[in-house]
Structures are given as structure tokens and as C-alpha cells.
């Protein structure tokens, strides 16, 4: 099956500080889907991003489908968004409507 | 829009028993949901599909006996744990996908907020 990798793994920042969060996969996608998980479990949705570019207030995200690879900038970081971030996958060679395949997350702490 | 809820958000139970626990689309229907089951602090892992109006499909490795799908309407599917046992304690969650073909997001999925389930 298709493989998901996340980094980095671990992510400890200062409030206010930027980061990148990378996710590469091994096969082409018809869906990618970033999320961030709240300490209470709720996945939140982040991004639909298949492909292209999308921004969303201090978030955005960029699929480079050719490449296999996307990425989820956060800017000035606030502690609320601690949590676990979570990349997930359909690949092409599946149905459209099938489960996704996550990445194992990467853990951000935002310190104040 | 888009918003799936569970019930119940959490359940403790006696070994042997089975627990039944519900996912809703609440604003759309949704044909197809999914079951995802996540150990502390690992990723999801998909447990199986569920269809409406037709069996489910279970990932390899997942008992379909153990954990019987009914997906009885167009915004309703059950997970029900049989014979529950320690080793079924986890965080299971369900998502559904808004499934209309003509929006370019089609198979972009919403999560319910999951329900925790102990067994003693």
C-alpha cells in the first residue's frame, strides 16, 4: 500500500516562531488532507489539498502532486496550536471514496 | 457545514460485553463513512468502510465479527464491538465524505470526535 511519512517527528518552538511541516508519499494521490488533532482527540480539518497551493489566515499548504510531497507552513505560532498534525492520503490507484492512509504525525509544542 | 458526531464520547465496559457506538452526519448525507481506530499515541489506522445499504468492507487484519458495521441510512452507521476484551481499548473514530461528484473536494472527509472506549 501507499506509504506516508511525516517529519519532522517532534517539533518544539517558541510562540511567535515559524515552522514547516513536511509530508512525503510513495504513489500519486486523489486526495491529501492535513489535520490537526486536539488534545480532546477531535481531528480538525486543515486542508483538502490534492494539489496546488492554499492559504488559511496564519496557515497554508502546498502539494507538489509531480513530487510526491506536501507542506503545511504555520506562522507566527500560538500556543493553541500545540497538538499533533496529521497528513493523510487516497491514492490514485484506489476508488475515490476510500479510507485515507495517515502519516504518524508530527508532535508541534508551542512554548510561551 | 460537513459536521459528523459520535455516541457516546466515551463508554467503560466489562470484559465480554459488547458496546455499540454511533456515528451521524448531522448537515449532509453520506453515503460512504469510514471507522478509523488510533492507540495512544500512534496514528489512525483505517478499521473499515461502510456503505449504506450494502455490507461493509473490512481492512486485512480486521475481524468483521468482532466488529459488525450497519450502515442502516443515509446519515447513520453503528460500530458495535462484540465480546469486547482489553486489547479492543482504544479511541475509535468515524468520518463520512459529502460524496457529490460535481465539488472538486468530493472525497474530502469530516471526523466525528471520536469515542473512547475502555473495557475492564
Known amino acids: 500500500g501507499i506509504q506516508v511519512e511525516q517529519s519532522p517527528p517532534d517539533l518544539i518552538l517558541q510562540e511567535g516562531a515559524n515552522s514547516t511541516l513536511r509530508c512525503n508519499f510513495s504513489?500519486?494521490?486523489?486526495?491529501l488532507q492535513w489535520f490537526h488533532q486536539n488534545p480532546w482527540g477531535q481531528l480538525i480539518n486543515l486542508f483538502y489539498?490534492?494539489?496546488g497551493t492554499k492559504q488559511n489566515g496564519r496557515l497554508s499548504a502546498t502539494t507538489v502532486a509531480t513530487e510526491r510531497y506536501s507542506l503545511l507552513y504555520i506562522s507566527s505560532s500560538q500556543t493553541t496550536d500545540s497538538g499533533v498534525y496529521f497528513c493523510?492520503?487516497?491514492?490514485?490507484?484506489?476508488?475515490?471514496?476510500?479510507?485515507?492512509?495517515f502519516g504518524k504525525g508530527t508532535h508541534l509544542i508551542i512554548q510561551p | 457545514g460537513a459536521v459528523v458526531s459520535q455516541h457516546p464520547s466515551w463508554v467503560i465496559c466489562k470484559s465480554g460485553t459488547s458496546v455499540k457506538i454511533e456515528c451521524r452526519s448531522l448537515?449532509?448525507?453520506?453515503?460512504?463513512m469510514f471507522w478509523y481506530r488510533q492507540f495512544p499515541k500512534q496514528s489512525l489506522m483505517l478499521m473499515a468502510t461502510s456503505n449504506e445499504g450494502s455490507k461493509a468492507t473490512y481492512e486485512q487484519g480486521v475481524e468483521k465479527d468482532k466488529f459488525l458495521i450497519n450502515h442502516a441510512s443515509l446519515t447513520l452507521s453503528t460500530l458495535t464491538v462484540t465480546s469486547a476484551h482489553p486489547e479492543d481499548s482504544s479511541f475509535y473514530i468515524c468520518?463520512?465524505?459529502?460524496?457529490?461528484?460535481?465539488?472538486?473536494?468530493?472525497?474530502?472527509?469530516?471526523f466525528g470526535p471520536g469515542t473512547r472506549l475502555t473495557v475492564l
Open positions: 493523510a492520503v487516497i491514492p490514485h490507484s484506489g476508488g475515490g471514496a476510500d479510507g485515507l492512509t
Open positions: 489539498i490534492p494539489s
Open positions: 448537515d449532509f448525507q453520506a453515503t460512504t
Open positions: 504513489d500519486s494521490v486523489n486526495n
Open positions: 468520518s463520512a465524505i459529502v460524496g457529490f461528484l460535481q465539488l472538486s473536494s468530493y472525497n474530502e472527509q469530516f
